[in-house]
């Protein structure tokens, strides 16, 4: 099955590159982070409370900066829209999205600090890995392509570029971009969505689009959109460019997001 796959590749990448200690390390810090201390062997000489410190814990896995490695499972987080990232850190808290050590460094902390790290997160512009060169075949990759940027009006399947941007770059406020992502990343996800085990607030609109995929299709778009480049300069679009046709309208399910929290914590606001 193709999206029983990832999981297996995961667990052995993560045995593979991460140290256990290295690991163990990067949790104790970031629970430490979390009660805002400095484990003891911080290479900083004065422990500097700032958010770049407190997220250090997140590089262990998702890379300097949030940045990601071209060929792994770890999810890029830099420059991705802020209303997305902190809808998923709360996916985790709520138990919509699962992955054990994600759900444990985000339950204890508040919607306010969660949000203070989307921020973080979403402000950081550092460049893009190459695109994965795959080994999909001709057809694979055209039917991905076909599927992104047209849909299939026989099956009612939207064309992803409609809520992703036209350059599947995202769109404000909550909608990600579908370029930079790992292939095995991307079949992980829309796997997950399709066996109800990923899910996003509601209305839940990736999971109606994914009902209508086969995994086929799923293989397909992965296979094609990690094929891509980013483009240079590349950030979500600030709104859909054109306000879709009422026959596209018709069969775009609407997408459901959280409502940001105020900001009023001492903290709150400092990041960007
Ligand atoms: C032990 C490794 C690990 C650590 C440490 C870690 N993450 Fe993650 N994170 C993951 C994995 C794996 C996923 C994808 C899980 C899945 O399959 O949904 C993920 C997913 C995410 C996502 C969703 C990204 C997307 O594009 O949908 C966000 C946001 C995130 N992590 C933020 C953080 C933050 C903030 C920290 C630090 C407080 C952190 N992570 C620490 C492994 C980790
Ligand atoms: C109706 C609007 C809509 C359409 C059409 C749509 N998406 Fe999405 N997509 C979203 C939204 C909103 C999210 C964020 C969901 C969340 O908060 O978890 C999302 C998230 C995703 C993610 C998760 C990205 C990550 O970093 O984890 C992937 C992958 C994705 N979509 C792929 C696709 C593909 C492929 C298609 C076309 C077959 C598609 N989407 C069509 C709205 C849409």
Same mark, same amino acid.
């Given at each position: 099955m193709p999206f029983s796959k990832p999981s297996a590749l995961f667990l052995r990448r993560l045995a593979q590159r991460i140290q256990p200690a290295a690991l163990a390390r990067a949790l104790v810090a970031g629970a430490?982070?979390?009660?805002?201390?400095?484990?003891?062997?911080?290479?900083?000489p004065v422990f500097e409370d700032s958010i770049a410190q407190r997220t250090l814990a997140c590089s262990a896995c998702h890379g300097p900066q949030g940045r990601a490695a071209?060929? /792994?499972?770890? %999810?890029?987080?830099? +420059?991705?829209?802020?209303?997305?990232?902190?809808?998923?850190?709360?996916n985790f808290r709520e138990g919509r999205r699962h992955y054990g050590l994600m759900t444990q460094m985000v339950?204890?902390?508040t919607d306010a600090y969660l949000l203070e790290i989307a921020q973080y997160f979403s402000a950081l512009k550092v460049p893009y890995p190459a695109p994965q060169t795959g080994t999909a075949s001709a057809a694979l990759l055209a039917q991905g392509r076909q599927l992104v940027m047209q849909g299939d009006?026989?099956?009612?399947?939207?064309?992803?570029?409609q809520c992703h941007g036209?350059?599947?770059? /995202?769109?404000? %406020?909550?909608?990600? +971009?579908?370029l930079g992502l790992p292939h095995d990343y991307l079949n992980a996800q829309l796997g997950a969505w399709k066996a109800?085990?990923?899910r996003a607030h509601a209305p839940d609109c990736m999971a109606q689009v994914v009902e209508r995929l086969s995994l086929d299709d799923i293989n397909a778009v992965a296979s094609w959109l990690a094929a891509q480049a980013v483009p240079a300069g590349s950030q979500a679009l600030a709104a859909p460019r054109a306000a879709p046709s009422t026959a596209a309208a018709s069969t775009l399910p609407a997408c459901g997001s959280a409502t940001l929290p105020v900001a009023t914590g001492p903290k709150a606001g400092a990041v960007r």
């Open positions: 430490l982070s979390v009660l805002g201390m400095a484990p003891a062997w911080s290479a900083a071209p060929d /792994g499972y770890y %999810p890029r987080l830099a +420059g991705k829209p802020a209303a997305y990232l902190y809808n998923q850190l709360l339950e204890p902390l009006s026989a099956r009612q399947v939207p064309a992803c570029v036209e350059r599947m770059t /995202g769109v404000l %406020p909550q909608v990600p +971009g579908l109800g085990k990923r």
